[in-house]
């Protein structure tokens, strides 16, 4: 299967590199300062649209960070497109839009994109055919969004309680049809399902191995960092020896949707996130502006470690801080 999987641009799943409208590739900044109330005005008049990050950026868990809804208000007061672009896949979004508003904040499920919805999207937009099935390890987000696709999935919350009795001439039945097995962040993964996953990727012909993202640890919760869905990916690489086709940051593949929804030129948008192998770099990747954020995973003695070698071209407290600099 191709890594190109849209029309109008080059889009790598894979390693990826968006070309920007003039045909040049993105330019990658060496250096990041930290956000001023110069460089913030600049920046907010220099671009359209600001996309964001969510867990770490907007909330951690289902506690809201402190300041978002002024910042964004204020960002939708100057005429700014916001969208929402995450790698957590647990839901879809749809379910991503009750829980912006059960926090207070207005946003469509058109402002949203989830890294469920673009593997959703991969596959329609490959004409993964209709009377394959894919195998999900994975919760609600990631069967939904298939679903809505048009696809028939097996497993994901409906093989949480299942075991596998490794016992002699006992083998485990696993479905001929499967074509394509999505791998995502999943709280109830076990051993039943890494087995039925493993046995559809090596023994069905052809069939395709997706990861919604390689992200190793997130907030799942606003106290702690929990293990993200880059465990999981790594545990069903390791038993296929088989490397995923991924769809989430960094991979530019949400770009194109993005582009062509807003019709923004990338070089007029900003990235704002708290990864920098994810946000970072996918904003890098695609040509846009970018923007670090220390309220989730990455501090700044992580930024500014010797062996970092992903630099945004600003860095900032939280999202607030934009409000603060601007009124300076």
């Known amino acids: 299967m191709p890594s190109s999987c849209c029309a109008g641009a080059f889009v790598s799943c894979e390693k990826g590199l968006f070309m920007a409208e003039n045909g040049e590739a993105p330019k990658l900044p060496s250096f990041h300062s930290p956000l001023s109330p110069e460089t913030a005005r600049s920046l907010v008049d220099s671009v359209d649209a600001f996309l964001f990050d969510c867990d770490g950026v907007i909330w951690k868990g289902d506690k809201l960070i402190d300041g978002v809804p002024d910042a964004l208000q204020t960002l939708r007061s100057l005429g700014k497109k916001l969208v929402f672009v995450t790698n957590n896949s647990r839901r879809s979004r749809g379910q991503y839009a009750k829980k912006f508003l059960s926090l207070g904040l207005d946003v ?9 919805f673009a593997a959703a999207m991969f596959l329609k937009l490959n004409k993964f055919p209709q009377d394959k099935k894919v195998y999900v390890i994975g919760e609600e987000g990631i069967v939904e969004e298939m ?5 028939t999935c097996l497993g994901g919350p409906e093989d949480r309680d299942k075991s596998v009795q490794l016992k002699s001439n006992c ?4 479905d001929k049809s499967v074509g394509a097995v999505v791998v995502g962040l999943d709280l109830h993964v ?9 046995l559809c990727i090596r023994e069905n012909p052809g069939c395709l191995f997706i990861a919604t993202n390689r992200d190793t640890l997130g907030h799942i919760t ?16 390791a038993t296929t020896e088989k490397e995923p ?12 949707f993005l582009v062509k929804r807003f019709q923004i030129n990338t070089s007029r948008m900003c990235m704002v996130g708290d990864r920098l192998d994810t946000d970072i770099l996918f904003g890098q990747n695609t040509g846009c502006k970018t923007l670090l954020v220390l309220s989730g995973v990455t501090s700044l003695s992580t930024l500014e470690d010797p062996s970092n070698n992903i ?14 600099l601007l009124n300076k």
């Open 108 to 116: 469509s499920e058109d402002e949203i994109f989830s890294s469920s």
């Open 222 to 237: 606003d106290t702690q960092e929990c293990p993200g869905a880059g465990c999981m990916v790594a545990a069903v690489c």
């Open 171 to 174: 083998i485990v039945e696993h």
């Open 245 to 256: 086709v991924v769809v989430g940051k960094p991979s530019p593949f949400m770009m194109d």
């Open 311 to 324: 630099h945004p071209d600003y860095y900032t407290s939280n999202l607030f801080s934009i409000v603060e």
């Open 147 to 151: 679903e809505i696709a048009g696809y």
């Open 190 to 198: 076990n051993y039943y399902k890494f087995h039925y996953a493993t």
